[in-house]
């Protein structure tokens, strides 16, 4: 039976296209997130900042209560730097007293330790217990809102103003799903102590016991923080994060129809981020990569590893499937010191270049005897 060659050609091209999607096909195996009915949302691996999800992140919006974390990072600064002390008794304002909304309920002329105001911030979100806190510390709450901004140009939250230390409704108060981002990442680091109080579940003060108005610390465990918010300009509003496998999510959900509706926005952006994605060490800046020759040393090769360990967020199941490609000059020649940049290594994935990082020497590779430094002269003349 004869084929023609018009008929192998269709063949051939249809089996290429074929495997071709397969490939695409193996690829390609994630969703979109899932649709959570916010005004603005954000995703993050907490490790890498890789944005896993989001939506419109940079939008300006009313965060309502989780203002409070901006009061409580300063808070944090001010314990930490002995400025206050957990001890301290604050005596309550009439203001504070006065405030609307979210309660610990405490009574104007009492004395109230820092520790239970910050307690009754954290888990009962006081506005009583934030301008208590503000007024201690600066002297009046538009002094403290002075401190909250100066912390947040430092932070580079570029995108986010403060009025007050409770988060009540502003036309100058604002800030972004990003922002936001930025300032639990910062609390969880620089404060893992101080973090561990957002997983408090209920706080009782003045025989008055209250929950933590965040509930997915009752329905997900891997949930340790961090703060909601919620007002009738804002809509309904939470900054969670979670750890499962020594992975950290950070999730920013703002501006929800309702408390249902934020809570679920979160759990299933939380899950969405650890059913497909994981946060991978690739590379150990103490393990040698490559050992490369050396001209005029002492030494005839060095071995070089990337400057930093290098931590990405990729698909769960890609990671066999990076590519490395080293950049590197045609001769390499001394005196080499230890950590001298070298070159460049080329990370990608599915030729898609993820980073470029250095390659450095992983030791000193001084210059050889008189009589190399001629040998290696002459030898790469002629190289």
Not at 125 to 150: K, R
Not at 253 to 278: E, H, M, P, W
Not at 343 to 365: H, M
């Amino acid at each position: 039976m004869l084929i023609s060659k018009n008929k192998i050609i269709f063949y051939l091209t249809f089996l290429v296209i074929l495997l071709g999607n397969q490939l695409k096909a193996q690829i390609l195996t994630i969703p979109s997130p899932p649709v959570i009915g916010a005004k603005s949302y954000l995703l993050i691996d907490a490790a890498t900042d890789y944005t896993i999800a989001s939506l419109d992140p940079d939008l300006k919006l009313p965060p309502a209560s989780i203002t409070k974390l901006m009061t409580a990072y300063v808070v944090f600064h001010a314990l930490n730097n002995d400025q206050i002390s957990l001890t301290d008794l604050v005596t309550v304002s009439e203001k504070a007293w006065r405030a609307e909304g979210s309660r610990m309920f405490i009574e104007v002329g009492k004395k109230v330790s820092v520790e239970d105001l910050l307690m009754g911030m954290i888990v009962q979100s006081g506005n009583d217990s934030s301008i208590a806190l503000a007024e201690h510390i600066a002297g009046t709450e538009m002094l403290f809102s002075d401190l909250m901004n100066q912390y947040a140009q430092q932070l580079k939250m570029t995108n986010s103003y403060f009025m007050n230390a409770s988060g009540l409704p502003d036309e100058n108060h604002y800030s972004t799903a990003n922002d936001l981002a930025i300032l639990a990442k910062a609390i969880i680091n620089e404060f893992p102590k101080f973090y561990e109080l957002y997983s408090t579940k209920e706080f009782t003060y003045n025989n008055i016991k209250q929950p933590n108005r965040n509930s997915l610390l009752w329905r997900d465990p891997s949930v340790d923080g961090i703060k909601t918010g919620s007002t009738s300009e804002a809509g309904y509003s939470l900054v969670s994060s979670a750890k499962r496998n020594e992975m950290r999510i950070i999730s920013v959900v703002l501006g929800t129809a309702s408390s249902k509706a934020r809570i679920d926005g979160s759990q299933a952006l939380l899950n969405f981020g650890y059913r497909f994605y994981v946060t991978e060490t690739l590379l150990n800046s103490n393990d040698e990569f490559i050992n490369v020759k050396t001209w005029k040393t002492e030494k005839a090769s060095i071995g070089l590893a990337v400057e930093n360990n290098y931590i990405t967020t990729l698909p769960k199941g890609s990671s066999k499937r990076i590519e490395y490609i080293t950049d590197l000059p045609e001769f390499i020649e001394g005196p080499i010191t230890k950590g001298q940049r070298i070159g460049n290594l080329v990370i990608q994935l599915d030729g898609e270049i993820l980073n470029t990082i250095p390659l450095v020497a992983l030791e000193n590779n001084p210059n050889g005897s008189l009589i190399k430094q001629i040998q290696d002269t002459i030898q790469l003349w002629f190289e």
